[in-house]
């Protein structure tokens, strides 16, 4: 088992699935015929990479249009960090740490809204945060939660 955007998932990986999909709580994890047991955790990353890009960018573009500032994102980009769970350039590329995806969605809304709000104050002023509470009225408790549990967000 294992947590996934406020739900916990059971894993069962599968050969042959045209692709990777969710039912009733289980993730049926597409592997290619013959893949050895040691192929499960790179097929989880990449499956966890793949829901970070599908979900995150059309989340950022919705609060980015809220605020007026669709034009200013450039890019996406999604690593996989133990210090980071995102960053905003002054270009407007919003890179975020894809393990985000395991916790909870009102905290990867706050990441999202995090950085959004850094396209228009790259700073962390008293401006900044009244900013992300027109977008993130409860960003406190999805702030405090991170920085207490992101240690645990990690794939060995």
Same mark, same amino acid.
């Given at each position: 088992?294992?947590?996934?955007?406020?739900?916990?998932?059971?894993?069962?990986?599968?050969?042959?699935?045209?692709?990777?999909?969710?039912?009733?709580?289980?993730?049926?994890? /597409?592997? /290619?015929?013959?893949?050895?047991?040691?192929?499960?955790?790179?097929?989880?990353?990449?499956?966890? /990479?793949?829901?970070?890009?599908?979900?995150?960018?059309?989340?950022?573009?919705?609060?980015?249009?809220?605020? $007026?500032?669709?034009?200013?994102?450039?890019?996406?980009?999604?690593? /996989?960090?133990?210090?980071?769970? $995102?960053?905003?350039?002054?270009? $407007?590329?919003?890179?975020?740490?894809?393990?985000?995806?395991?916790?909870?969605?009102?905290?990867?809304?706050?990441?999202?809204?995090?950085?959004?709000?850094?396209?228009?104050?790259?700073?962390?002023?008293?401006?900044?945060?009244?900013?992300?509470?027109?977008?993130?009225?409860?960003?406190?408790?999805?702030?405090?939660?991170?920085?207490?549990?992101?240690?645990?967000?990690?794939?060995?």
């Amino acid at each position: 088992h294992f947590p996934f955007m406020g739900t916990t998932l059971k894993l069962q990986a599968h050969e042959g699935l045209s692709e990777s999909c969710i039912e009733n709580d289980v993730l049926f994890l /597409k592997l /290619k015929p013959g893949d050895q047991p040691s192929q499960l955790k790179p097929a989880f990353e990449n499956w966890l /990479k793949q829901e970070a890009r599908r979900y995150i960018p059309a989340f950022a573009e919705q609060k980015a249009q809220q605020l $007026g500032i669709s034009d200013k994102i450039a890019s996406f980009r999604f690593s /996989k960090t133990k210090s980071k769970w $995102g960053s905003c350039s002054p270009d $407007g590329k919003l890179q975020f740490n894809w393990l985000i995806m395991l916790s909870p969605l009102e905290v990867i809304h706050y990441l999202v809204c995090h950085e959004v709000c850094h396209l228009l104050q790259m700073n962390h002023s008293p401006a900044f945060w009244q900013l992300l509470g027109s977008i993130h009225p409860d960003y406190k408790t999805s702030k405090s939660w991170l920085k207490q549990n992101g240690h645990r967000l990690w794939i060995d």
